[in-house]
């Protein structure tokens, strides 16, 4: 099962460009996805199939595509992730994990019944945005530190 933690803003930002240079159809064909119109990737005015925009995205994250079958049927949370990434994914919202319920011990419920003992939740720190990555301008990959390009030199 892929894991979509080393996926980027800019990540995304490539499949999306790369979904612009090949058009729809194609971009669908070569990786091997359906349309899925239950989930869709708004950037820009334009609307993108989000399915296999993130699993396009993995690959530009790891080497490796998402594939079809990892992405479909609720096994990953495809608009979360996208909406984690600063993006509007609109659609199913099926694929979301349901919320878990609190555990509470019987103890803790009887003293909040007589109000003795309450407890906050500790406040989170806002996370920092991420810096886009260096990207090649021909084949779309990330850069190296060094700022030359692997695949075309």
Not at 94 to 110: C, E, G, I
Request: aromatic share 6%; charged share 20%; net charge positive.
């Amino acid at each position: 099962m892929a894991t979509f933690s080393a996926v980027t803003r800019q990540h995304i930002l490539q499949a999306i460009a790369e979904y612009d240079d090949r058009g729809r159809d194609a971009f669908l064909g070569v990786y091997g996805f359906t349309p899925s119109p239950a989930r869709a990737l708004v950037h820009e005015g334009r609307t993108y199939d989000a399915t296999a925009i993130l699993g396009v995205a993995h690959r530009y994250a790891t080497g490796r595509l998402a594939t079809p079958d990892e992405l479909d049927g609720g096994k990953v949370a495809v608009t979360t992730i996208l909406r984690k990434r600063g993006f509007e994914a609109t659609g199913a919202t099926a694929d979301a994990p349901a919320p878990r319920p609190a555990r509470t011990s019987a103890r803790a419920s009887a003293r909040t019944a007589t109000g003795t003992a309450t407890r906050t939740a500790p406040t989170r720190r806002a996370s920092e945005p991420e810096r886009p990555a260096a990207i090649c301008p021909t084949c779309f990959m990330a850069l190296p530190a060094t700022g030359v390009c692997d695949s075309c030199g």
